[in-house]
């Protein structure tokens, strides 16, 4: 079997987080449809903001770098970061990537892929995975075009709700809660939950078992969520084909970087996560 060809990543550096959206929705949704077909996204952080774009034509870089300029070149603005004060910002972040380079707002650049081998189940899980990567980008560059920030987050909560019903369906909650989250037992999941999300959870209850309400009649995102279930299935199935060790934390993984392009940062993430955990929960017999 003929190895597919590598990815080539290139890193459009726009110094202002609240652009990005922009910069996804008018210009990389607008990329040629073959690229898209086989490439992926992320957003990112080290060397100032920045979106990297992964595709499998090499030979379409002179014409996605042109894509991004005139895109960039139409939208000009000016940027006040500097490295010192952005880099302090984000220090806690640092201590896996040591290195502090900087490129410039609007600068464009190549730069090598290195991919997270061992958290996508090594070689063979991670390809199957990044074909999750390109399914996810294309279906969040829809999404993005179509709803709301507060609406991505809505999004995302009922994403994580039809993951752990997965996980759950497939006998892997109890796994991913050790994995994932350091709870050693179902038991000790309310308990954890008032420990890391407290008074935010008591406050959000009503709203969360609203929610709940029309998720469990299909009427909380019914098409989106139905699609994100099928990729969720798709992949799934394949890294247990595969024989992959470690799914309910590849699964993590892969709703993580679901996150990172719908540009909802960690701690809000995590916040998500916990709700979602806990509606959860309230509908799984003691």
């Known amino acids: 079997m003929t190895a597919p060809p590598a990815w080539t990543s290139l890193h459009v550096f726009i110094h202002d987080f609240a652009r990005l959206d922009g910069f996804l929705c008018d210009c990389l949704a607008s990329a040629p449809p073959d690229l898209l077909a086989e490439s992926f996204f992320i957003r990112y952080w080290l060397g100032g903001p920045h979106v990297r774009i992964r595709f499998r034509d090499a030979a379409a870089a002179p014409v996605l770098a042109a894509h991004v300029r005139d895109y960039l070149d139409r939208n000009p603005f000016h940027s006040a970061l500097e490295p010192d004060s952005y880099y302090q910002q984000f220090a806690s972040q640092l201590h896996t990537e040591p290195e502090r380079y900087w490129h410039g707002n609007g600068e464009l650049r190549y730069i090598a892929y290195a991919p997270e081998v ?126 992959i060790a470690g799914v309910p934390g590849i699964l993590h993984a892969l709703l993580h970087m679901s996150f990172n392009r719908a540009g909802i940062v960690p701690f809000r993430e995590n916040t998500i996560r916990l709700f979602a955990l806990a509606l959860h929960n309230e509908g799984i017999p003691a």
């Open 118 to 243: 061992a958290r996508y189940g090594g070689l063979t899980g991670l390809a199957l995975c990044e074909r999750f990567f390109v399914d996810d980008s294309n279906a969040t560059l829809a999404l993005l075009r179509r709803h709301t920030p507060a609406e991505m987050e809505k999004i995302l909560f009922g994403c994580c709700l039809v993951q752990y019903e997965v996980l759950a369906q497939a006998g892997l909650f109890e796994r991913y809660l050790r994995d994932c989250h350091g709870i050693a037992d179902r038991a000790d999941l309310d308990g954890a939950l008032q420990v890391r999300a407290g008074t935010a959870l008591a406050r959000a209850w009503p709203g969360l078992l609203a929610a709940g309400a029309r998720h469990a009649t299909g009427a909380y995102y019914p098409a989106t969520l139905a699609q994100y279930r099928n990729r969720l299935a798709r992949i799934s199935g394949a890294l247990a084909d595969a024989g």
